[in-house]
C-alpha cells in the first residue's frame, strides 16, 4: 500500500473511532458511584443520558459525553474549535451581576472572598460558604466553645474556655442562625431520673440535650436555591446537616405591576395558577399555587417571615423520582436589612423566621 494511501486511511481510521466514542450506540456503562464533584459544580447527566458527570464550566472543553452545566445557562459551542467533536462552554445572553462595582458574566463562577463561592445567573448571585458550618456542644472537657478568628487564616476555628464570656453562646451558623438556648444553666449537668424498676437500656436519645439552629437564608433571591441548619434532634443524638430548597419568588416574576395604587409594597404575592417547581431538569409530580415574597417600591426587600417545611416529590425525564423538602412561605416581612449594590455580603443575615415547622403536605 503506498504511503500516501496508508497515511490517509490511518486518518480515517481515527476520525472513525473518535465519532464512534462521542455517539450513543454503545450500552451505558457507569461507574457504581458518581464522581465527586468540586464545590458549585453541578452533576448532571451525560449527553446520551447514560452516566451522570461533573457539568463543565463556562470557557472549558465540552462534548456529547462532557455537558456544559445548563443550571448556569451554559451550552456548548461546537463552532470555535476545528475539532467537531469538541467545543466551549459559553455562556446564553443574560444579564450581568455587578458586585462591588465588578462586572461578572451570566454563568461566570467567582469567589468574591475566602469564605464563599459564587456565581452569575442571569444578573442574580448565588453562592455557598467555603467555611465549616460544623458545632461543637459543651462537654466536660470544652464547657464553653466559642469561634475565634486565627491570623493566617479565613475560617474562623472553635476554641475552649473554661469559664462564660460574654458571647456564651455564640451562632453556630456565624451569623445567619442561632442556636437554642441550654435547658440548664450548667450545660455540662444533664441528669435523668431513674425508673423504680432498675435503670432500662439507654440509648444516645435518653441523654440528649436537643439543640437546633435556626434555617439559613435561601442562597438564591429568585428561583430554586438551597437553605440549612444543623440539629442533633436524631435517634443518635449526632449532629447533621439538614437541607430544604426553597423559592423566594420567580426569576421571571414582574412583581412591581401587583403593587396597588397607594401603596409601596406587595409583601407577599400568591402564584395565580398552579406550577411545577423545576428542578435540575426534573418536575414536581404535583401542581402547587404557593406564595412568594414580593417587593417594594421604596428599596425596601421582602424575605421570609414565618415558613413550614414539607416534601415535594420531582419526576424526570429518565424515569428517576426522588423527594426534596422544600420551604413554603407562609408570611414575608419587608424591611431595610438589604444587601446594597447587588452586594449580598453586606446585608447583616440575622434576620430569624418565625414559626417554622415541618408540615406533611
Not at 72 to 78: Q, R, S, T
Amino acid at each position: 500500500m503506498p504511503v500516501e494511501t496508508s497515511a490517509t486511511f490511518s486518518v480515517l481510521l481515527l476520525i472513525i473511532s473518535s465519532t464512534a466514542g462521542q455517539d450513543c450506540s454503545q450500552p451505558c456503562a457507569c461507574s457504581a458511584e458518581p464522581p465527586p464533584c468540586p464545590l458549585g459544580t453541578s452533576l448532571v447527566l451525560d449527553g446520551c443520558g447514560c452516566c451522570k458527570v461533573c457539568a463543565r464550566q463556562l470557557g472549558e472543553p465540552c462534548s456529547l459525553l462532557e455537558p456544559c452545566d445548563h443550571h448556569k445557562e451554559l451550552y456548548c459551542d461546537y463552532t470555535l474549535l476545528s475539532d467537531s467533536e469538541t467545543g466551549i462552554c459559553m455562556a446564553q445572553e443574560g444579564q450581568t451581576c455587578d458586585l462591588g462595582g465588578r462586572i461578572y458574566r451570566n454563568g461566570e463562577s467567582f469567589q468574591p472572598s475566602c469564605k464563599h463561592n459564587c456565581v452569575c445567573m442571569n444578573g442574580e448571585i448565588g453562592c455557598v460558604p467555603m467555611c465549616a458550618s460544623d458545632v461543637l456542644l459543651p462537654s466536660p472537657d470544652c464547657p464553653y466553645p466559642r469561634r475565634v478568628h486565627i491570623p493566617g487564616r479565613c475560617c474562623e476555628e472553635w476554641m475552649c474556655e473554661q469559664s462564660p464570656s460574654d458571647h456564651h453562646y455564640q451562632s453556630v451558623l456565624a451569623g445567619a442562625s442561632q442556636i437554642r438556648p441550654l435547658p440548664s444553666s450548667n450545660p455540662v449537668s444533664v441528669f435523668r431520673r431513674v425508673s423504680p424498676n432498675g435503670p432500662q437500656a439507654e440509648s444516645p436519645r435518653d441523654n440528649c440535650i436537643v439543640q437546633t439552629t435556626e434555617w439559613s437564608e435561601c442562597s438564591a433571591t429568585c428561583d430554586m436555591g438551597v437553605s440549612s441548619r444543623i440539629t442533633n434532634d436524631n435517634q443518635r443524638c449526632q449532629l447533621e446537616r439538614q437541607r430544604r430548597i426553597c423559592m423566594l419568588r420567580p426569576c421571571s416574576s414582574q412583581q412591581h405591576k401587583d403593587i396597588k395604587k397607594g401603596k409601596k409594597c406587595v409583601r407577599t404575592p400568591k402564584a395565580q395558577h398552579g406550577m411545577h417547581f423545576e428542578l435540575s431538569g426534573c418536575s414536581s409530580t404535583r401542581l402547587y399555587k404557593p406564595k412568594f415574597c414580593g417587593v417594594c417600591t421604596d428599596n425596601r426587600c421582602c424575605t421570609p417571615h414565618t415558613t413550614i417545611t414539607a416534601p415535594v416529590e420531582f419526576h424526570c425525564p429518565d424515569g428517576e423520582v426522588f423527594t426534596k423538602n422544600m420551604m413554603f412561605i407562609k408570611t414575608c416581612s419587608c424591611h431595610h436589612d438589604c444587601p446594597h449594590d447587588n452586594d449580598i455580603f453586606l446585608a447583616s443575615n440575622t434576620r430569624r423566621m418565625t414559626g417554622d415547622y415541618d408540615n406533611d403536605m
